[in-house]
């Protein structure tokens, strides 16, 4: 089961994660992209911008010390993390 989160503006909802470039998006209103990987059971969802995904590919696709670091991955509410992958322009599943 997937842990709840208490959402100033949606209440208790499931918990997801977005690199901290997507958390700051969402309150600038500003596209940064948006990469995701696809929902596991009882895991939550993650997503991180463009720029995380491009040094993802520039370094071996691999999720490491160092991306986790440049990532800073922010915890969201499922409703936030709905909101911030719907506003962006082109949606990547990895």
Not at 72 to 94: G, P, Q, V, Y
Request: aromatic share 10%; with cysteine.
């Amino acid at each position: 089961m997937i842990e709840k989160v208490l959402c100033e503006q949606h209440g208790s909802k499931e918990m997801s994660f977005s690199c901290i470039h997507i958390a700051m998006a969402i309150d600038k209103k500003e596209k940064v992209g948006f990469f995701y990987s696809e929902a596991e059971e009882d895991l939550p969802q993650i997503a991180w911008c463009g720029a995380c995904e491009q040094w993802l590919l520039d370094n071996g696709e691999e999720w490491n010390d160092t991306f986790e670091t440049i990532a800073d991955f922010k915890t969201l509410c499922s409703d936030c993390f709905e909101e911030a992958k719907n506003k962006e322009l082109e949606i990547h599943i990895r």
